[in-house]
């Protein structure tokens, strides 16, 4: 039996003298005993160890990885998608036009909701959204919102339509809220088959989040005008929800306001 000093210079642990000796570590070993094959391979079908001691599960582009520090990254195909979810009690309604807060939501006289008006009032809410940490920083974002017709129009058999707008500025943390842009939500439907049909309006292409970070803040003003040629439906429409739908790369940001 001879004792030594080993110390593991590598980037995996490795089994010595019948000792794990993880890495950086320095331990007392049998020098006489077989040499164990490391503890695991650098490869294993899908699961890659680097030699930065990262880990890399999936394909090239396509993965999770763990980073030597054990945070955790999606990458491409590997990322998923989440709401930012504004439900419609939560929005403010203090504003020149309110939508009115109207009992008998599907027909049952106790639940309310955000009805906005069908006739001639541009009406309007205000909403407040930060990104939060898990938010793949500069990816595009896609607003939505959730709602439900109140009435069949009169048993109407006619596709019609709504258009929902969001008016907004988004800053980073440092920087300077900016003029307002517009993000257009539309949706069709068929009113006699949709009494309180649970529906999403949704616009196209999304908004580019280009140079947006975590934390940054979107202040909204979202309304419908149902004079616009786009909104065909003369009926309230209640509102449930608003959401935006975005992708997911991590499970939140090493530092506290960096990532």
Same mark, same amino acid.
């Given at each position: 039996?001879?004792?030594?000093?080993?110390? /593991?210079?590598? #980037?995996?642990? +490795?089994?010595?003298?019948?000792?794990?000796?993880? =890495?950086?570590?320095? !331990?007392?070993? %049998?020098?006489?005993? =077989?040499?164990?094959?490391?503890? &695991?391979?650098?490869?294993?079908?899908?699961?890659?160890? #680097? %030699?930065?001691?990262?880990? !890399?599960?999936?394909?090239?582009?396509?993965?999770?990885?763990?980073?030597?520090?054990?945070?955790?990254?999606? /990458?491409?195909?590997?990322?998923?998608?989440?709401?930012?979810?504004? =439900?419609?009690?939560?929005?403010?309604?203090?504003?020149?036009?309110?939508?009115?807060?109207?009992?008998?939501?599907?027909g049952n006289a106790g639940l309310f909701a955000l009805q906005f008006d069908g006739g001639t009032t541009v009406e309007e809410v205000?909403?407040?959204?930060?990104?939060?940490?898990?938010?793949?920083?500069?990816?595009?974002?896609?607003?939505? &919102?959730? @709602?439900?017709? +109140?009435?069949?129009?009169?048993?109407?058999?006619?596709?019609?339509?709504?258009?929902?707008?969001?008016?907004?500025?988004?800053? /980073?943390? #440092?920087?300077?809220?900016?003029?307002?842009?517009?993000?257009?939500?539309?949706?069709?439907?068929? =009113? /006699? +088959?949709?009494?309180? *049909?649970?529906?999403?309006?949704?616009?196209?292409?999304?908004?580019?989040?280009?140079? *947006?970070?975590?934390?940054?803040? &979107? *202040?909204?003003?979202?309304?419908? %005008?149902?004079?616009?040629?786009?909104?065909?439906?003369?009926? %309230?429409?209640?509102? #449930?929800? @608003?959401?935006?739908?975005? !992708? +997911?790369?991590?499970?939140?940001?090493?530092?506290?306001?960096? *990532?």
């Open positions: 039996m001879a004792w030594v000093r080993y110390t /593991n210079a590598g #980037n995996r642990a +490795v089994t010595r003298g019948g000792i794990l000796v993880q =890495p950086g570590d320095t !331990q007392w070993i %049998d020098d006489s005993y =077989p040499v164990m094959a490391e503890s &695991l391979p650098s490869s294993l079908g899908n699961l890659t160890i #680097n %030699d930065d001691g990262t880990i !890399q599960i999936g394909g090239v582009s396509d993965a999770l990885t763990v980073g030597a520090n054990g945070s955790v990254r999606l /990458n491409g195909a590997a990322m998923c998608w989440d709401d930012l979810r504004t =439900p419609g009690h939560v929005v403010r309604t203090s504003g020149s036009s309110p939508p009115d807060v109207v009992g008998g939501f599907g205000f909403i407040d959204i930060q990104f939060p940490h898990t938010w793949q920083q500069g990816s595009v974002i896609y607003p939505h &919102l959730h @709602f439900s017709p +109140v009435s069949t129009n009169s048993n109407d058999a006619v596709s019609r339509s709504i258009r929902f707008v969001m008016e907004y500025t988004w800053a /980073n943390v #440092n920087d300077s809220f900016g003029a307002v842009s517009s993000y257009e939500m539309t949706a069709a439907f068929v =009113p /006699n +088959v949709s009494q309180w *049909k649970h529906l999403i309006a949704a616009g196209v292409g999304g908004i580019d989040g280009a140079g *947006k970070r975590i934390s940054s803040l &979107l *202040k909204c003003r979202l309304f419908r %005008d149902p004079t616009h040629a786009s909104d065909t439906y003369p009926q %309230d429409v209640a509102l #449930n929800s @608003f959401d935006i739908h975005y !992708q +997911v790369d991590s499970m939140g940001s090493t530092l506290e306001y960096t *990532k």
